[in-house]
């Protein structure tokens, strides 16, 4: 599974008369191709060849063919059924040769038998024969290539069979039945291994596995609560749904019932969808119900209470939560949370808090049906060749650029129209921005210039399939030079068709859920800006085994983009610094750390170590450590 770059080493043994098998010796992943033949042309003997073919015949059946390993053969004078076969090529040679000898064999022992001499010798010899007969027909039609393969004939076309690989076997088979019913099979007959070049590999993680476990202890008894939480999810899809985790972890740290949230109808995209229509909320009340109670709606006897509406504090202690506002809980009975992002903090929390965090997360939000299905059929399709693909997820679009007042490589008139859109949001509290001191500070999304050729400087081929997890990008032509490095560039939008999203398009918030299913399940997620969605897919690529994905350093990145374009590096040198720096940042384990403040450090949901994830090495070392004491003391009774 790869694209350019790949190498494979094929070895082509050949005799003097002996069809020539291509043998492909590959590793790792695979890839479909088409069986190749060919036939020396000295002994293609044809019917039109009538002069010398008797002297063609006796050439062959005059190969030595012990020279190149398979077989013997010295007899010079055929029966004319061998001759008829071998010039018809009926079967291949060193079957017809076999079966001349076995014939021979038998008459031999035949005349043994009527001349009654050596008796013993001809009883063993018949026992022989029949033993060779019966492995003879248990392997039929199946001959030794030259390397002494066994290769097995298969509705005309020989076939290698790898019996040192189960899995290799197996998708092959599944490619047979695959090309029986498109009718196409010599393409799809065999199924070969290639080495996956390391921009695709995923970095090591054998020790690291998925805790988030529900302790006994921790499950909801009886049905007291101090009070309903009422939740207006804010912001995009992403920001809402790690928004929501935080309030089931808030609804359980004040021992409240939480109502089914409401999601935001007034951001910039203006989604009319609810909970209802992107999350399966059946399956996220049932996987949460020993957790906390969570409710469709309110009660009738709360139904008609004014909740007391309230903004908590971003990244709260659990102290916060449990005195403060759960004493307004308590008072009030109905409180309603107005903002979700951010609420509660990265770390200092009880470790069954924060795997409760991540069971709602990774396992009770999930997507509708609909919604999964579409995503993944979009998979499918981007794989449709066996290739691997990038989904990149291109932060170029307008809100964003005028959130954080980046004009890079626009025009005058496009940075003004962004300048005027930022003026326009009350909340966006930076008003004037420098933006190339706040670009040289790693504070802007790339553009797609730069994009492509961060992309092309760690080392990914231009045939690369790219899906691009993002709205429309802004700015005229600003996918051009894009696309010039990078022709196979995908979205939503290109891959389905009309009808397809029909159900999707007037729904910013379901397409992003699309696209958040094909971000999780690429073979390489790339991010542009440290977003709401770069920070969910990573840290849920993480959590499902460390997928691949790359988090570009950005403040050294665009320093040595200027340098390459004011001519003072060469495109080598570029390429090489760029490897450098992004060596250790391809999505690899590492524990999160606390930060000065909560604003400035590593996000919970972008990184769950530790928390959600475990290592295995260092649980054994502890347990070690624990266990010296003891050996200690034992030794000194």
């Not at 004493?327 to 795997?355: E, M, P, Y």
Request: glycine residues 4%; aromatic residues 10%.
């Amino acid at each position: 599974m790869s694209t350019g770059g790949t190498t494979t080493t094929t070895s082509t043994t050949s005799t003097n008369s002996a069809t020539v098998i291509p043998i492909t010796t590959t590793t790792h992943h695979r890839r479909r191709v088409a069986d190749t033949m060919s036939t020396d042309p000295e002994y293609n003997i044809s019917d039109d060849d009538n002069d010398g073919s008797n002297n063609r015949n006796a050439e062959i059946s005059d190969i030595n063919i012990n020279n190149c390993g398979v077989f013997h053969h010295y007899h010079h004078h055929h029966h004319t059924l061998i001759k008829y076969l071998l010039v018809r090529k009926k079967l291949p040679e060193n079957i017809v040769f076999r079966v001349e000898e076995w014939v021979l064999s038998v008459v031999t022992i035949m005349q043994s038998l009527r001349s009654r001499k050596n008796m013993v010798r001809t009883v063993f010899g018949l026992l022989l024969s029949f033993m060779v007969a019966s492995v003879f027909f248990k392997f039929s039609f199946n001959v030794d290539d030259v390397n002494g393969n066994l290769l097995k004939r298969e509705n005309g076309i020989f076939v290698l069979p790898n019996f040192k690989n189960d899995l290799v076997n197996a998708q092959r088979v599944l490619s047979e039945s695959e090309s029986s019913s498109s009718g196409d099979f010599v393409q799809k007959r065999q199924m070969k291994e290639i080495p996956v070049p390391e921009i695709w590999m995923k970095p090591n993680s054998d020790s690291h596995y998925q805790c988030i476990s529900r302790p006994r202890n921790r499950t909801i008894t009886g049905s007291l609560t101090n009070g309903y939480i009422l939740v207006h999810a804010n912001g995009g899809l992403n920001q809402m749904r790690t928004g929501i985790c935080d309030m089931v972890a808030i609804a359980k740290i004040m021992n409240a019932t939480l109502v089914l949230p409401s999601l935001d109808h007034e951001s910039f995209w203006t989604d009319t969808s609810d909970f209802k229509d992107i999350f399966e909320w059946r399956h996220f009340i049932e996987v949460l119900k020993d957790d906390i109670k969570i409710v469709e709606s309110l009660p009738p006897k709360y139904a008609a209470v004014k909740p007391l509406q309230k903004a908590p504090v971003s990244w709260s202690k659990a102290s916060y939560y449990r005195g403060e506002i759960l004493s307004l809980l308590k008072k009030h009975k109905v409180i309603q949370f107005t903002h979700t992002d951010s609420r509660l903090a990265n770390n200092g929390l009880a470790l069954s808090i924060q795997r409760l965090r991540c069971r709602a997360n990774y396992q009770a939000l999930r997507y509708t049906n609909k919604i999964e299905e579409f995503g993944k059929k979009l998979v499918d399709r981007l794989r449709d060749n066996g290739e691997p693909f990038i989904a990149l997820h291109l932060r170029y679009e307008k809100d964003m650029l005028a959130f954080t007042g980046c004009s890079n490589n626009l025009t005058a008139e496009e940075a003004e129209e962004l300048r005027k859109m930022r003026c326009k949001v009350k909340h966006w509290k930076e008003k004037e921005i420098d933006s190339k001191e706040k670009r040289l500070q790693g504070g802007c999304p790339m553009s797609p210039r730069e994009a492509a050729l961060f992309l092309k400087a760690i080392g990914y081929p231009s045939t690369t399939r790219i899906y691009i997890v993002a709205g429309e990008i802004y700015g005229n032509n600003s996918m051009d030079e894009f696309r010039s490095h990078y022709p196979n560039v995908f979205s939503h939008s290109t891959l389905a068709t009309n009808e397809e999203l029909e159900a999707f398009k007037n729904y910013q918030n379901r397409l992003a859920a699309i696209d958040y299913v094909v971000a999780l399940e690429s073979d390489v997620f790339a991010y542009t800006y440290d977003g709401n969605m770069a920070k969910a897919v990573q840290g849920h690529r993480r959590f499902e085994g460390f997928r691949k994905t790359i988090s570009p350093d950005r403040f050294n990145f665009v320093r040595l983009i200027d340098s390459l374009d004011k001519g003072d590096i060469s495109w080598e040198e570029f390429a090489s610094k760029v490897k450098v720096l992004q060596s250790n940042r391809l999505g690899a384990p590492y524990l999160r750390q606390a930060g000065e403040s909560p604003r400035l450090e590593e996000n919970f949901y972008a990184n769950p170590l530790p928390g959600c994830l475990c290592n295995r090495s260092e649980e054994e070392a502890s347990k070690q450590q624990l266990n010296k004491p003891s050996l200690r003391v034992a030794s000194q009774r």
